[in-house]
């Protein structure tokens, strides 16, 4: 069964930068796995931020960033902001199977 | 601004078949995949499956022996069933557009407990 790992839990200072991983167990994370990422708050509907690794929505504040890091998906947020305090997710999509998977979630403090 | 409502029963029974569907207010059901996904009580996210404007199918290999998605164009919605449920099967549901691999928009999300 296909695993994604995130970061279970960073801490950032307000305006500080940082940077969430999205690992796949079945290898590298490529352009082709088509990274998608949602922020989380609670009683609130998941937010898309990030789709095809990199691209923003129209919505995106553009502290968001999207990359490939070392065989990861990653999500860097910069300039840090009290609101950005939430879980953030990967969601990976596998074409051999034709399916996509979510990481566990990274929650974000901001301190 | 496309909008998806979840809807169905908030209280399932233990063994029973869970029922939910997804509605679009506004925008093309034509083109895209559906997503239904959930996340449980203190746990992440959980693709389920998804299905095309045409029909076919895609599963969560851990799920998919219980899930069944469908759509009806026509009523420009689409839903969800998941048969034999158990108490892990409580959750918010989600429903979400895809197109071309990028994951837009999502509906507000539906409690589900499964309890007797």
């Known amino acids: 069964q296909t695993v994604v790992t995130q970061e279970p839990s960073l801490t950032v200072s307000p305006g500080g930068t940082v940077t969430l991983t999205c690992a796949s167990s079945t290898g590298a994370v490529t352009g082709a796995s088509s990274a998608n990422w949602f922020q989380l708050k609670p009683g609130q509907a998941p937010k898309s931020l990030i789709y095809g690794t990199r691209n923003k929505h129209s919505w995106t504040p553009a502290r968001f960033s999207g990359s490939l890091v070392g065989g990861k998906a990653a999500l860097t947020l910069s300039g840090v902001q009290l609101e950005d305090e939430a879980e953030y997710f990967c969601l990976l999509f596998y074409g051999d199977d034709q399916i996509w998977v979510f990481g566990g979630g990274t929650k974000l403090s901001v301190l | 601004q496309v909008q998806l409502q979840e809807s169905g029963p908030g209280l399932v029974k233990p063994s029973e078949t869970l029922s939910l569907s997804c509605s679009l207010s506004s925008g093309s059901i034509s083109s895209y995949h559906w997503f239904w996904m959930r996340q449980s009580p203190g746990k992440g996210l959980e693709w389920i499956g998804r299905i095309y404007y045409n029909g076919n199918t895609n599963y969560s290999p851990s799920l998919k022996s219980r899930v069944t998605i469908s759509i009806d164009s026509s009523k420009k919605s689409f839903s969800l069933r998941l048969t034999s449920v158990t108490a892990a099967d409580t959750a918010v549901y989600y429903c979400?557009?895809?197109?071309?691999?990028?994951?837009?928009?999502w509906g507000q999300g539906a409690p589900v407990v499964v309890a007797s």
């Open positions: 979400a557009r895809e197109l071309n691999w990028k994951v837009d928009y």
